[in-house]
């Protein structure tokens, strides 16, 4: 087809596929053609709406490194990359959710019952639980690899101040898939917004915080693995996370107990004489 016109530009886009073209690939490049044709052709896009976008990719290519990548976060404030994990989120397990550009390798590990958050000040917070399959077996020897903001609102890797393992853990589960450990309350957070993503939220009106969170990824062999975060029911950005990362089944209570009622059995036990938070979360992971 030699004429190519607004109405048929989306088929003749399909017809310059080479004849062994992988089906999913042409599937795949077949409909986002379609949708971004339609998207051109529903806004009447404008050369300069056009340049625009195309100098925010620029942007963000230029400062995207191992540390921070501005296409994942623009994936993540467009709802992409929350929608493509529920699409394929299992019925009966726990929901997966955004991973987020600040987990770092080789965390450290940390026994059942032990210390997360060192010398930091603030309320100690009791986070225990279970994980379990979709049976409601224990999985024994899960491992946990655990993450969370400090009380100043940075991770590790965005504070010169914080050794970079700080508030980073890795626990394994004992036989009866139980995972234990004290911390701080993780705090609201913004997510980076000094890039294209940022000036996008603000053309959206759009603000960039994201509700506190515990960040984890759970594996166990024969098991899917689980990214996902667990979310306090009391967070001001609980219905407005910047990320679409909330799920109702992510959502836990931080129960205040009384002073003086620490529990045996943890790292910080005779040493929390005043009142702390506790939250009980279970994990249920699907088979691999
Ligand atoms: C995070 O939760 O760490 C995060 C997720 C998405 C974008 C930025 C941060
Ligand atoms: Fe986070």
């Given amino acids: ?35 971004l044709h339609d998207f051109a052709r529903e806004t009447r896009l404008t050369h300069a709406e056009w340049r625009k976008g195309l100098e925010a990719l620029e942007w963000a290519g230029r400062i ?13 404030v467009m709802g992409l990359s929350s929608l493509v994990d529920m699409l394929h989120s299992v019925p009966g397990a726990t929901s997966s959710s955004v991973l987020g550009p600040f987990h770092v390798s080789n965390p450290p590990p940390l026994p059942i019952g032990g210390d997360m958050k060192r010398d930091f000040e603030g309320q100690v917070l009791l986070v225990e639980g279970h994980v379990r399959d979709t049976d409601g077996n224990p999985v024994g020897g899960a491992k946990l690899d655990i993450w969370q903001t400090a009380p100043n609102g940075m991770y590790s890797s965005q504070d010169p101040d914080q050794d970079i393992h700080s508030f ?25 917004n000094d890039g294209p993503v940022g000036q996008i939220l603000d053309a959206a009106g759009r603000h960039p915080w994201r509700p506190s969170h515990l960040h984890y990824i759970v594996t166990a062999e024969g098991f899917r693995t689980l990214v996902t975060e667990v979310f306090p029911d009391d967070d001001p ?11 109702d089944d992510l959502v836990m209570t931080y129960v205040e107990q009384p002073a003086g009622s620490f529990p045996e059995g943890f790292a910080l036990s005779g040493k929390v004489p005043d009142a702390y938070s506790r939250v009980e979360f279970d994990f249920v992971l699907s088979k691999a």
């Fill in 237 to 247: 950005y609980l219905d407005q996370d910047t990320v679409f990362g909330v799920r």
């Fill in 168 to 192: 980073h853990a890795l626990m394994t589960a004992d036989e009866n898939g139980r995972y234990a450990f004290t911390t701080v309350r993780p705090v609201s957070y913004t997510v980076p």
């Fill in 1 to 35: 087809m030699r004429t190519v016109t607004p109405d048929n530009i989306t088929d003749v886009f399909t017809s310059y596929f080479g004849p062994d073209t992988d089906p999913r690939v042409r599937e795949v490049l077949t409909s986002l053609a379609r949708h």
């Fill in 64 to 76: 995207t490194d191992p540390e921070r990548n501005e296409f994942v976060l623009l994936s993540d």
